[in-house]
Structures are given as structure tokens and as C-alpha cells.
């Protein structure tokens, strides 16, 4: 296993800082329980007023479900540590729980479901738009552009095999249209969006600003749909998270462009302007960046982190429904904050560069972990390959700044 052997590279074993109690999320004491709330809401707090519904074990976190004991093990510095046990089950729970409720996730511009199991975990549903080898037309604004599972599911691993553990645990799935999700909804507007189509097959396309429509509607065959679903983060009220704009930003106008796209000197300010101008801010906006022309993924407007961290932790990477839509082109705008700062750790560098190596080839690491999706092959393999290409152009980028 090339992904093994990666793991096992001295680039991938660097200690973390040390964790004291406060660079954790949630403080937990090993004989408090967690339980959930009694106002019936599915939210977990540390309380004793609350009813307890998990069994007593040994210790109560013995007894937490695997996605209780990823919102407790997040910390400062990342978002579940690289030789996660938890990893396993939490990626076999998310396509395999029975589905317990489905309602639409309110906001954003297409749709999507949450989908609670009966140990109260939740996920963020993506249903499939469009099949694997149908790239993005050229025609297309990235604002307009689809949503897609395969990308969620891809992006997950692929932060993953970079090393920056930053998007919570993605995995595919087969759904039910029936049994999962009609049936069983609550959602009396999403249930209103339900027919059959001519052909027989169950759709639905529930409300939101893009895409909810007759036309665009989701349909099983005959009532049987791929989609993501990827483990939520903590609740807001738990754990207060931070929305930041991207200082890259894209105009999300037809005509206009961004300040960015027209002075090359942007980074001066952005470098003057807090929280940029000290910590490591900057440089993780630039991994993310990493990430994202990888993937080719245009639409990383905002990107969040927890409040409790205050400036100094790690980015979330949410929202990667849009990468992975073309391979035959790059985008090479979206490196526009490596190019016009000329800035990256040299953790990032170096790993870069041995993913860059034969034994260590970031296509065949991608395809190797994702080969265990229950949606295999997740991505085609043009844009496997397309990888690869991305990968030289990131390098060649700092080999010049370097140069410089």
C-alpha cells in the first residue's frame, strides 16, 4: 500500500504541538457523560441536569457513538489526528446507519439533506447531479456551476493525503428515495417536491435559490441515488465557529473582477491587514489555496474556524462540492495568493515535493484511498492524471518565487 508507506514517511510522523486543555474544543472529564438534550433537539451537551441516555461502561466515553468522540478529540491543531482508529468506523457508520430522519439543510444555493441515525449522529447529504466523466461546460461561470458528491467525497481524502486534516470525515452512498428519504421526512416542503417521472423513477427537488426545480429534479433509479455524506461538525451553539471572507475572493459577477485580478501588488495589503499580518494565517490560506487548484475548485469564497481558537488554528475546508468539475483545463487564477505573496511552509513544500516522487505519486495515493468508498471509482481517471499535471504546475509556481 502506497498510502501506508505515506503515512509511515517522516513528513507524515511530525508531533503536533502539545495539547494542553485549553487547545481543546470540548473539555471533557472521562467520567462526565455526554447526553442529549431534553428539549428533544439532537444536540449533545455536558450537563447532569440533563437526562442520560448513553449506557454507563467502564468510563461514560467508552459508551460515546464514533462521531461523539470526533467533535471530543477535535483540537487547535487539527481536526482528527493522522492515525485516527476512529477513522474506520465513522466512514463505515456514515454509509451503512439506518436513516432515522431527512429534512433539507435551510441556506445555500442547491440543495441538500441532513440525515440524522439512530446513535443521533447527522450528515450532510449531496445527492449526484451529474455522472463521473461529464466535465463543467466551458461556458459556465464557476457560480453557476453544479455541486458535486464525487467532489465531497474526493476532496475529503485527497486534504487528507496532504496532510491538513481539514474537512470533517466524507463518505459515499447509496440512498433510498423511497424508505430514506420520502417516507420518512418531516420536511412537509420537501415532501410537497416529490412525483414520479415518466420513466418510473422517484424524483425530488426541494427549495432552494439554484437548481430546485422540475427541470433540474433528483431522480433514483427507480428509486436508488448516489450521494456524500459527510459527518457535521458540532453544533454552532456548542462550539461557535468564525466565517471569514477570503481576501481572494471571486467578483461573482459576470463582467467585474475581483481587486486581486488586477493588482499584482495585492498581497502587500492583505499581508498588512489582520488576522493576515501575523501567526500563520496567511500560509494556511495558501494551503487551502494548494487544495483547491488541485481540485480545480473556483468558489472558496468564505472559510471558517472555531471561535474558541481565536486566530491561531487551522482552517476549516468546507463546501468542496465544486471541485473535480473539469480536467482537461487548469485554472491557474486560483493560485493567485501562492503566485502574488510567493509564501508556503515548508512542511507543505516538502510534502509536495514527495508527492511529486514515483513511490509516492499523488494520483495513485488518491485512487488508492478512494477505492474504498462505497461509490468506487469515485473520480475518473482523467482527472486522476489531471492531478499529477496540477501538482508540477504548484511546484514551478515556488520553484520561480524561489528563483526570485
Known sequence: ????????????????????????????????????????????????????????????????????????GINRYELYPRRDPLMPTL??????????????????????????????????????KQTRDQETPIDFFYFSDFERHNAEIAAFHLDRILDFRRIPPVSGRLVNITKEIRDITMDKKLAKTFFISPAGNVCFYGECSYYCSTEHALCGKPDRLEGSMATLLPDKTLAKRRSWRSP?????????????????????????????????????????????????????????????????????????????GTHSRDELSILAPLRQCCSIKKSTYLRLQLLATQPYRLSDLLREALATDPLAPVLAEPHLRALDRRLGKVLEVVGRCLAR
Open 91 to 128: 466512514l463505515r457508520d456514515l454509509a451503512t446507519q439506518r436513516i432515522v430522519s431527512s429534512v433539507q439543510k435551510s441556506g445555500g444555493t442547491q440543495l441538500k439533506l441532513i440525515m440524522t441515525f439512530p446513535n443521533y449522529g447527522q450528515a450532510l447529504f449531496k445527492p449526484m
Open 248 to 324: 481572494w475572493r471571486r467578483s461573482y459577477h459576470k463582467s467585474k473582477k475581483a481587486e486581486w485580478e488586477l493588482n499584482p501588488n495585492y498581497c502587500a495589503q492583505v499581508r498588512e491587514t489582520p488576522p493576515y499580518n501575523r501567526g500563520h494565517r496567511l500560509l494556511d490560506l495558501i494551503d487551502m489555496t494548494v487544495l483547491d487548484f488541485l481540485m480545480g475548485n473556483m468558489d472558496r469564497h468564505h472559510y471558517e474556524t472555531f471561535e474558541k481558537f481565536g486566530n491561531d488554528t487551522f482552517l476549516l475546508h468546507l463546501d468542496n462540492g465544486r471541485g473535480f
Open 1 to 72: 500500500s502506497k498510502l501506508a508507506a505515506l503515512f509511515e514517511h517522516p513528513l507524515y510522523t511530525i508531533p503536533i504541538p502539545e495539547v494542553t486543555e485549553k487547545d481543546k474544543l470540548f473539555v471533557v472529564n472521562p467520567m462526565e457523560k455526554f447526553s442529549l438534550r431534553s428539549s428533544g433537539s439532537d444536540e449533545w451537551v455536558s450537563s447532569s441536569k440533563a437526562e442520560t441516555l448513553l449506557p454507563t461502561g467502564k468510563t461514560a466515553y467508552d459508551t460515546y457513538p464514533a462521531w461523539l468522540k470526533f467533535h471530543v
